[in-house]
């Protein structure tokens, strides 16, 4: 069992940064993926990041070149570094992780989730 913290959500204006974090406790070492995904009014949840013990990181086509997301396997800690924010980004962002391995964005493979941080940008 993984319980899963986010932290860092926010207001901010269009073209700002955020920075989420998620914090992992419990039998964190089996861990091989963990990730974000995000959920807006009227639509379903989507998977932003995700990266696996090796470091390996997919990204949504929507976010590429402006998130990072990076992990602390010390610290058993993930982020996710939003930059050039859009309205369009505004969600819900949800942490996920899982023994099994990444697959992609696939949001079936995550069975630990956190209970979200709001991340709201205004233009």
């Known amino acids: 069992q993984v319980q899963l913290v986010e932290s860092g959500g926010g207001s901010v204006q269009a073209g700002g940064s955020l920075r989420l974090s998620c914090a992992a406790y419990g039998i964190t070492y089996w861990l091989n993926c963990m990730g974000w995904f995000r959920r807006s009014p009227g639509k379903e949840r989507e998977g932003v990041a995700v990266?696996?013990?090796?470091?390996?990181?997919t990204y949504a086509d929507s976010v590429k070149g402006r998130f990072t997301i990076s992990q602390d396997n010390a610290k058993n800690n993930l982020y996710l570094q939003m930059n050039s924010l859009k309205p369009e980004d505004t969600a819900q962002y949800f942490c996920?992780?899982?023994?099994?391995?990444?697959?992609?964005?696939?949001?079936?493979?995550?069975?630990?989730w956190g209970q979200g941080t709001q991340v709201t940008v205004f233009s």
């Open positions: 996920a992780a899982d023994f099994r391995h990444c697959s992609g964005l696939k949001e079936a493979v995550f069975r630990s």
């Open positions: 990266i696996d013990k090796a470091g390996t990181t």
